[in-house]
């Protein structure tokens, strides 16, 4: 079982950054794939980014060279940070965790969610 508890949304205006973080429990946590979703009020949720447990990540295309998302498996933790931001990254992010060494895209692939937190940007 992992438990995980996302934290740093909150407001910001566009061009600005935030740094959201991830505390997982469990023992063997070093070893998941760690990804980060988003969902916006009517829409569906959304891949972000993910990390593997040797360090590898992937991003969606609307994130390259603005987002970057790392671990630190001494502490349980994921963050993302994330730069240049703009009005469409408003919305709630979500960290997932699936027990696979991945490059899973898919929501439905993660078996552990956290309970998200909100990023607005302002215009």
């Known amino acids: 079982q992992v438990q995980l508890v996302e934290s740093g949304g909150r407001l910001v205006q566009a061009g600005g950054s935030l740094r959201l973080s991830c505390t997982a429990s469990?023992?063997?946590?070093?070893?998941?794939?760690i990804g980060w979703f988003r969902q916006s009020p009517g829409k569906e949720r959304e891949f972000v980014a993910l990390?593997?447990?040797?360090?590898?990540?992937y991003y969606t295309d609307s994130v390259k060279g603005r987002f970057t998302m790392s671990r630190d498996n001494a502490k349980n933790m994921v963050y993302l940070q994330m730069n240049s931001l703009n009005p469409d990254d408003t919305a709630v992010y979500y960290c997932?965790?699936?027990?696979?060494?991945?490059?899973?895209?898919?929501?439905?692939?993660?078996?552990?969610w956290g309970q998200g937190t909100q990023v607005t940007v302002s215009s």
């Open positions: 469990g023992r063997t946590f070093s070893s998941y794939t």
């Open positions: 990390i593997r447990s040797g360090g590898d990540t």
């Open positions: 997932a965790a699936v027990s696979r060494n991945s490059y899973y895209t898919l929501a439905a692939r993660y078996d552990y």
